[in-house]
């Protein structure tokens, strides 16, 4: 064994034989790390309260229209694929630590910035520059945190990460939580489009995701086999009430909320919302945290910060995709349509899991490297 396997076998925090103190030095380690998660959770959940607000802004001060608040809500995802390929280059120029420590610099700046605007273009940038750090947070706290943590507790630290994102997301809706009944009007025909669900729900899975983030090929079987079900009954709900006068599938999410009484297929309204909630609590068991912990457990140190930062890339290009062109999906494939697609790629991620991941529960960082180079 050379001495880069000796010092991957064993994490830098790993408790002795009755030290309590060193394990609290893991939690306390990890909890500081898991703190650039739940910012970048924060600028994520950001734009849902903001929207409303920019919409109706009053001049000098700058104002959203549909294209702009698209972006608006778009661009941190183009920010944060940007940090991916950054933060790939930091962690292996200089360290985890320090990488951590540089994400302050575009949030603080980024959201400086967004303060301070005059311009539409000014607002775009400091989402930007939130995303940057995003990008860089999302890769460098689950290294980290799996590379100081020992096997037994690794499970339960790598899902702090979404835990915090999630909470930071929910902070972020919290914050902005109207104050009368107009703001609420406005709020409630934006959260439509703006995914004001992903808050509670996926807190109550993250609370549980450790337990599975033990067993990552149980857990992403089970978990994609809720999704598919979930977004295939949401798929299901929009199909059955197409057409009706009062159907929430109609492509202009942001529509002003209608106050006539509503038909017979708002009978169905418990599918769309049980369906949703179920979806967004399977991902937050395990798509949502267990990607992350696994990839900072498969990759071998001497390539661990370029290979990440290409799984941060691709993550943040999809999210943008789908941030950006899920409206027009609606409008050429229909809203269950949509929702069926998918389906068909949680279908795909439940076969990709169980022929294709290997289980990494209980074992040290050298013999998950020792297992992909065939040794």
Not at 196 to 211: E, I, N, S
Request: glycine share 10%; aromatic share 10%.
């Amino acid at each position: 064994m050379t001495p880069e396997d000796q010092e991957e076998t064993q994490p830098l925090l790993r408790p002795l034989s009755g030290s309590v103190p060193r394990g609290r030095r893991v939690f306390l380690a990890a909890f500081a790390a898991a703190l650039g998660p739940l910012s970048f959770g924060f600028a994520l959940g950001y734009s849902s309260p903001a929207i409303p607000s920019l919409r109706r802004a009053a001049p000098p001060a700058p104002r959203l229209d549909d294209a702009a608040a698209s972006w608006f809500g778009a661009i941190v995802t183009l920010g944060a694929a940007a940090g991916g390929v950054l933060g790939g280059w930091l962690v292996d120029r200089a360290g985890r630590k320090l990488s951590l420590l540089f994400c302050t610099v575009p949030f603080v700046t980024g959201f400086a910035v967004i303060t301070a605007s005059q311009d539409v273009w000014m607002l775009l940038g400091g989402r930007l520059l939130t995303g940057l750090a995003c990008g860089i947070a999302s890769l460098v706290a689950p290294v980290y945190i799996s590379e100081i943590a020992y096997p037994e507790v690794r499970g339960l630290l790598g899902s702090c990460v979404q835990l915090m994102v999630v909470i930071g997301i929910l902070l972020a809706y919290l914050a902005g939580l109207p104050a009368g009944p107009a703001e609420a009007s406005w709020h409630l025909q934006a959260l439509r489009h703006w995914h004001f669900t992903d808050g509670l729900p996926a807190a109550v899975g993250d609370q549980r995701g450790h337990v599975l983030c033990r067993d990552h090929l149980r857990g992403g079987q089970v978990q994609g086999v809720v999704m598919v079900f979930s977004t295939s009954a949401f798929g299901a709900y929009f199909k059955l009430t197409q057409g009706g006068p009062s159907n929430s599938s109609h492509v202009d999410l942001l529509a002003p909320v209608s106050t006539e009484p509503a038909d017979a297929s708002a009978g169905l309204a418990w599918l769309a919302v049980g369906s949703m909630c179920l979806f967004i609590a399977g991902f937050a068991v395990g798509w949502g945290p267990i990607p992350w912990l696994l990839m900072s457990e498969i990759f071998p140190l001497d390539v661990k910060g370029v290979a990440t930062g290409v799984c941060v890339l691709t993550n943040w290009l999809m999210a943008f995709l789908v941030t950006k062109e899920f409206s027009s999906l609606m409008e050429v494939l229909r809203p269950y349509g949509a929702f069926w697609l998918a389906s068909a790629f949680c279908i795909v991620s439940v076969l990709f899991t169980l022929f294709c991941v290997p289980e990494t529960k209980g074992k040290t960082l050298e013999q998950i490297t020792a297992h992909f180079e065939g040794r």
